[in-house]
């Protein structure tokens, strides 16, 4: 028996009363469950491990970095921050994403990141916002893998970032919010984004497509499919990863 207010309850009882509980809670245009808590508990984590990676690159001794798997022996400036040596290091076009070649750099990913995260987590909920960051941020790296292979250098959460500005606009879309806020960002990050030279085009333009593509899947998803369509949405990025990696590599001289 289970203590009560009043008296006591049966545990079948009480695993009753919380899964109708759960379903009486009311759910985001996405599907998942209004959160109670910290709406935004992914995104500090984020921002967190952001953080503590900048701090690892830039302050640990070089030779802790490789043993930590942080580095390679790439070049000078590849060791410092992470560049791949070989086709055993495929894992950094996902660490790439967490590595940042400045203050300015990662101040100015980790303010977007705190801006737009809080409001995508809330609505797409925890499981679904994360892979909608990883899996943009990785299919710009992919995208930049895809058009420039064996030369590609590129480091930042900015794949990712520009990944979330692109599922706001398809929230704004689906809420009916008013999309002039949103277009002016797109339209002033993007001419910054064409028009620096230090700024990698590709992971922004392959983080935006697939934020759009992702979010559409999940916000637009009908409520009777919604678990099918919101996979078939996330299979479907996986996909068009694996597919711009094999031909990445195809490309790939020698």
């Not at 759910?27 to 984020?46: E, F, I, N, S, W």
């Not at 303010?111 to 994360?130: T, Y």
Request: charged share 10%; net charge positive.
């Amino acid at each position: 028996m289970v203590p009560a207010s009043v008296g006591f309850q049966c545990p079948d009882c009480v695993r009753g009363e919380a899964a109708q509980q759960a379903r009486q809670r009311p759910r985001t245009t996405a599907g998942a469950l209004v959160a109670l808590g910290d709406g935004a508990l992914v995104t500090k984590v984020l921002i967190g491990i952001n953080l503590l990676v900048f701090l690892l690159t830039e302050y640990v001794d070089q030779v802790w970095q490789i043993r930590l798997g942080m580095g390679s022996g790439a070049d000078a400036f590849g060791t410092r921050i992470g560049v791949a040596a070989g086709p055993a290091e495929w894992y950094r076009l996902v660490s790439g994403m967490f590595v940042h070649a400045g203050v300015m750099h990662i101040l100015m990913n980790m303010f977007s990141l705190w801006v737009l995260g809080p409001q995508l987590e809330r609505v797409l909920g925890r499981w679904r916002f994360l892979a909608l960051y990883l899996l943009s941020g990785v299919a710009g790296n992919a995208f930049g893998y895809l058009l420039d292979g064996a030369d590609m250098f590129s480091v930042g959460a900015s794949g990712a970032i520009f990944g979330l500005l692109g599922a706001t606009a398809v929230l704004f879309r689906v809420n009916r919010v008013p999309m002039q806020p949103v277009i002016a960002l797109l339209v002033v990050n993007l001419v910054l984004t064409f028009t620096l030279n230090n700024i990698d085009w590709r992971a922004h333009l392959g983080g935006l497509v697939a934020g759009v593509a992702i979010g559409a899947g999940m916000m637009y998803a009908p409520p009777g499919r919604r678990s099918l369509v919101q996979g078939l949405a996330l299979g479907g990025a996986v996909a068009a990863i694996l597919l711009m990696l094999l031909i990445g590599t195809a490309r790939l001289p020698g």
